[in-house]
C-alpha cells in the first residue's frame, strides 16, 4: 500500500507511456483504413464509373461517327482516329472543367465534414491519434483518389482507343512524331501533371471540409471555388488576377505534348499548385487544430 | 481544450504561407529586374552600328509578346492567350518559343491552349503548321532570294530581330534617338535606345529598342502611344540562350492525316508581291481601286487612298491585311470573303464625322487613326485626325488620290 501510495503522477505518466505502445510516425494502417472507406464507398464507386465512363462514350462516338479530316471539333479529337492515345487525352480534356474536380471535391469536402456530420469525428479522436497526423491522413488520402480518378479515365481511354483504333506513333501539337512508347510515357506525365493539379485543389476542399459540418455544403463550396476560378480564367478585362487562380495553368498539360517539352509552362502550374496546397493545407491544420468538436 | 496557447496563433502559420508563396511568386516573376547592371555608356550611334553589325550563330528562347492598339474589341481576333492562331497576334498576350541558326534554319512556335503554331523554314524549304486545323502548308523558296515574308503572318512584329529592323528602317532625320539607362531583360543586361518622332503630330509616342550589351541583339521592343505609359505593343524575350540550336529543331515532316498544302515557288512569289502590295497599300482593292499615294513622309505620312465603288464582282479580291480591313464582319455575320458592301456596312458603325472637308468615319487606334470619307476615300497614318482632316481637305492630295489610274 505504501508503495502505491509513494507513485508521483509523473511517474504515473512515464509507466502508463512505457506500456501503451508508442505512437508510430508513420505507419500505413491508419491510411489504409482511411482508403478501405473511400474505395469502398458505394458512391465512390457510383462517381468512379461516371468518370471512366466517358472515354468509353468518346471512343465509341468517335469509331462510329469519324470527325471529317481538317481538325475543328473538341480538342484532341482530330487525332483520335490516328491513334488511339488520344482518346485518353480528349477524356482527361473533357472532364477536367467539371467531372474531375467534382470527384476530388466530394471527396476532399468529405474529409472531416463527412466524419463530423456523422458523428464519427469526436470518436476518431478519442483514439491517440494526433489532430495533425488524422488531417494529414484525410489529404493523402483525397490525393491518392485524385491520382486514381485521373489515371482511372487515361487508362480506359488508353485501353478503348487501343481496342478501337490501335496505337502506333503519336503526332505531337508541334506536328512531330513520337513513337508509341513514348506517347505512353507523355499520357503518363499528363496524368501525375493534372493529379497534382487536383491535389492543390484537394486542400481547398480540406479547408473547406474543416469549416462545416455539412459534407455538402464544403463540396458545394469547393466546386464553386474551382469552377468561379475557371471562369475568372477566361475575362481578359481582369488578366492581372489570372496568375493568382487556382486552375490558371491546368491546361498547361498541353506543354508536356509540344517537341521539344515546353518545361517553363510545367514549372509554372507546378509552383502554383504547390503554393495552393501549402497555403490551404495549412489553414485547414489551423482550423482544424483549434476546433472544439463537438460532434 | 488543453492547449494553453491561444487559438489564433495558429492562424499565423496559413499568413506566413501565403505570404512566402506570393513572395517567392514575385520573386521569380520579377528576377533580375530590378537591379539595373553597371555598363560602361554608350551613345545612340554606337548602338545602332552594334545592331547592324549583330552576328549571331543561333540562339533560342521564349518570346512575349503584348498587343493593345486600342481597337474596339474583334470578336475572333482578341483570343488572348488561348488562341494559337497566328492572326490573334494583333490583340492581347502570346507566347511564342524560337530557335534560330543562320539565316536558313529558323522556327516560330506559337503556343496556345492545347495548340500550337509552327513556322519553320529550312534550307529552301517553308512549312507553316497549324495543330488546331491539323494543316501543313509547304512551300519551297526560289533560289537566291531571301526569305519571303509570309502573306499569313499579320503585320505586327513577331521576334525582336524582326521589330527592330522595321522600327530601324524608320530612322531618318524626323527621329530623335536616344539612349535611356541600362535595363535587363530575361536576365541579360541591355542597352536601350530610344526612338522618338520629332512631329508632335505622330500618334506614336516613342519606340524603345534594349540591345543585349554582350550579344548586340535586340531582346525587347516597345512600342509607345503618345502619352501613354504603357506600351502598345511589346517583344520581348522572357528567355534566351545563345547556345546554335540542334539540327532536329528545323526538320519538319508532316504527320499522317494531316491536310499538306504544297505551294510552288511561283504561287508564293505571287502570294509574297500580292502581300507586300497589300502592306503598302493598304485598301488597295484589287482593280476596282485607285493607286494609293502617301502623303508626307517619315512618321507622319498620311496613306490616301480611294474606295472601289460597289461593284458586282464583290467578292473578287476582298482587301487583305491594313489595321482597317483585319476588322471582320460579326462571328454572326455569314462567313465569306469582305466585299466592299460589307465593309462599307462595317464602316457605318465607326462614329460619324464631318468638316470643311466633307463627311465620313473615322476608325482610331492607340497608334494611327483612318478617315473613311463618304465620298469614297481613305486616310490612314500613324497620326491624329486632324492631320487626316487636313489631307482630305487638300485639294491637291484628294486630286492625286481621285487621279489615280484606275488600273482598267
Same mark, same amino acid.
Given at each position: 500500500m505504501s508503495v502505491a501510495e509513494a507513485v508521483t503522477p509523473a511517474a504515473v505518466a512515464s509507466e502508463v507511456r512505457a506500456v501503451l505502445p508508442r505512437p508510430r510516425m508513420f505507419s500505413p494502417r491508419f491510411l489504409l483504413s482511411e482508403l478501405m472507406l473511400i474505395f469502398g464507398r458505394r458512391r465512390n464507386w457510383a462517381g468512379l464509373a461516371v468518370l471512366a465512363a466517358i472515354p468509353v462514350i468518346i471512343a465509341v462516338a468517335v469509331k462510329f461517327d469519324p470527325p471529317s479530316g481538317g481538325g475543328g471539333g473538341p480538342d484532341f479529337f482530330a487525332g483520335i482516329t490516328e491513334n488511339g492515345l488520344f482518346v485518353a487525352l480528349a477524356a482527361l480534356t473533357v472532364e477536367l472543367p467539371l467531372f474531375l474536380p467534382l470527384a476530388v471535391a466530394a471527396i476532399s469536402g468529405d474529409a472531416i465534414a463527412g466524419e463530423a456530420n456523422t458523428g464519427t469525428l469526436r470518436y476518431l479522436l478519442t483514439t491517440p491519434v494526433h489532430r495533425t497526423r488524422l488531417l494529414a491522413v484525410k489529404y493523402a488520402a483525397a490525393?491518392?483518389?485524385?491520382?486514381?480518378?485521373?489515371?482511372?479515365?487515361?487508362?480506359v481511354g488508353v485501353l478503348m482507343g487501343l481496342i478501337l483504333f490501335g496505337g502506333g506513333d503519336m503526332t505531337l501539337l508541334s506536328g512531330r512524331q513520337i513513337g508509341f512508347g513514348e506517347g505512353v510515357l507523355r499520357v503518363l506525365g499528363v496524368c501525375a501533371y493534372l493529379g497534382i493539379c487536383l491535389c492543390s485543389m484537394a486542400a481547398v476542399g480540406l479547408f473547406?471540409?474543416?469549416?462545416?459540418?455539412? *459534407?455538402?455544403?464544403?463540396?458545394?463550396?469547393? %466546386?464553386? =471555388?474551382?469552377?468561379?476560378?475557371?471562369?475568372?480564367? /477566361?475575362?481578359?478585362?481582369?488578366?492581372?488576377?489570372? *496568375?493568382?487562380?487556382?486552375?490558371?495553368?491546368? %491546361?498547361? =498539360?498541353?506543354?508536356?505534348?509540344?517537341?521539344?517539352? /515546353?518545361?517553363?509552362?510545367?514549372?509554372?502550374?507546378?509552383?502554383?499548385?504547390?503554393?495552393?496546397?501549402v497555403v490551404f493545407a495549412t489553414a485547414a491544420w489551423a482550423r482544424f487544430g483549434g476546433k472544439d468538436v463537438t460532434s | 481544450m488543453t492547449e494553453n496557447r491561444p487559438k489564433w496563433l495558429r492562424w499565423l502559420v496559413p499568413?506566413?504561407?501565403?505570404?512566402?508563396?506570393?513572395?517567392?511568386?514575385?520573386?521569380?516573376?520579377?528576377?533580375?529586374?530590378?537591379?539595373a547592371p553597371r555598363l560602361p555608356a554608350r551613345t545612340a550611334a554606337q548602338l545602332l552600328v552594334d545592331l547592324q553589325t549583330a552576328r549571331v550563330d543561333g540562339l533560342s528562347g521564349m518570346v512575349a509578346q503584348r498587343a493593345d492598339l486600342g481597337l474596339p474589341s474583334l470578336p475572333g481576333l482578341t483570343g488572348g492567350g488561348s488562341s494559337s492562331d497566328l492572326s490573334s497576334l494583333v490583340a492581347g498576350t502570346h507566347t511564342l518559343r524560337v530557335w534560330y541558326s543562320g539565316p536558313g534554319s529558323a522556327r516560330v512556335a506559337l503556343l496556345g491552349t492545347l495548340?500550337?503554331?509552327?513556322?519553320?523554314?529550312?534550307?529552301?524549304?517553308?512549312?507553316?503548321?497549324?495543330?488546331?486545323?491539323?494543316?501543313?502548308?509547304?512551300?519551297?523558296?526560289?533560289?537566291?532570294?531571301?526569305?519571303?515574308?509570309?502573306?499569313?503572318?499579320?503585320?505586327?512584329?513577331k521576334t525582336p530581330q524582326e521589330a527592330a529592323d522595321a522600327a530601324l528602317a524608320a530612322i531618318d532625320p524626323t527621329t530623335v534617338v536616344t539612349t535611356a539607362g541600362p535595363t535587363k531583360v530575361a536576365g541579360r543586361s541591355a542597352y536601350e535606345l530610344l526612338l522618338a518622332p520629332r512631329d508632335k503630330a505622330s500618334r506614336i509616342g516613342q519606340v524603345t529598342i534594349a540591345i543585349d550589351a554582350e550579344r548586340h541583339v535586340p531582346l525587347r521592343v516597345r512600342v509607345f502611344a503618345r502619352g501613354a505609359a504603357e506600351p502598345a505593343v511589346e517583344v520581348a524575350f522572357t528567355q534566351v540562350s545563345f547556345n546554335r540550336p540542334g539540327a532536329e529543331q528545323f526538320a519538319f515532316n508532316p504527320p499522317p492525316g494531316?491536310?499538306?498544302?504544297?505551294?510552288?515557288?511561283?504561287?508564293l512569289q505571287k502570294k509574297a508581291d500580292s502581300a507586300a502590295k497589300d502592306l503598302t497599300a493598304k485598301d488597295q482593292a484589287g482593280k476596282a481601286g485607285g493607286e494609293p499615294v502617301v502623303l508626307g513622309d517619315g512618321w507622319t505620312s498620311v496613306l490616301a487612298a480611294k474606295l472601289p465603288a460597289p461593284t458586282k464582282d464583290d467578292q473578287a479580291a476582298p482587301p487583305k491585311d491594313g489595321q482597317p480591313n483585319t476588322i471582320r464582319p460579326n462571328t454572326a455575320a455569314p462567313k465569306g470573303p469582305l466585299g466592299t458592301a460589307n465593309l462599307l456596312g462595317l464602316v457605318g458603325r465607326?462614329?460619324?464625322?464631318?468638316?470643311?472637308?466633307?463627311?465620313?468615319?473615322?476608325?482610331?487606334?492607340?497608334?494611327?487613326?483612318?478617315?473613311?470619307?463618304?465620298?469614297?476615300?481613305?486616310?490612314?497614318?500613324?497620326?491624329?485626325?486632324?492631320?487626316?482632316y487636313a489631307a482630305a481637305a487638300d485639294p491637291k492630295a484628294s486630286a492625286a488620290a481621285l487621279s489615280a489610274p484606275a488600273g482598267k
Open positions: 490525393c491518392i483518389f485524385a491520382f486514381a480518378s485521373t489515371l482511372l479515365v487515361a487508362g473547406a471540409s474543416s469549416l462545416t459540418e455539412q *459534407p455538402i455544403g464544403a463540396m458545394i463550396g469547393t %466546386m464553386i =471555388f474551382t469552377v468561379a476560378s475557371f471562369i475568372l480564367d /477566361n475575362i481578359p478585362q481582369i488578366d492581372w488576377l489570372h *496568375p493568382y487562380l487556382l486552375t490558371h495553368s491546368w %491546361m498547361n =498539360f498541353g506543354d508536356l505534348l509540344r517537341d521539344p517539352v /515546353n518545361f517553363t509552362g510545367l514549372r509554372e502550374g507546378l509552383l502554383r499548385a504547390a503554393a495552393y496546397a | 499568413a506566413a504561407a501565403i505570404v512566402a508563396t506570393t513572395a517567392g511568386a514575385a520573386a521569380l516573376t520579377t528576377a533580375g529586374a530590378d537591379a495548340g500550337e503554331s509552327d513556322f519553320i523554314t529550312n534550307g529552301r524549304d517553308v512549312w507553316v503548321w497549324n495543330s488546331r486545323d491539323n494543316t501543313a502548308v509547304h512551300s519551297v523558296r526560289p533560289e537566291g532570294t531571301a526569305p519571303a515574308r509570309k502573306p499569313d503572318l499579320t503585320s505586327v512584329p494531316a491536310k499538306v498544302t504544297d505551294e510552288s515557288a511561283a504561287d465607326l462614329p460619324a464625322v464631318s468638316g470643311s472637308w466633307g463627311s465620313g468615319h473615322l476608325l482610331t487606334g492607340a497608334l494611327f487613326s483612318v478617315l473613311l470619307t463618304d465620298d469614297g476615300r481613305v486616310f490612314a497614318g500613324a497620326v491624329d485626325p486632324d492631320r487626316l
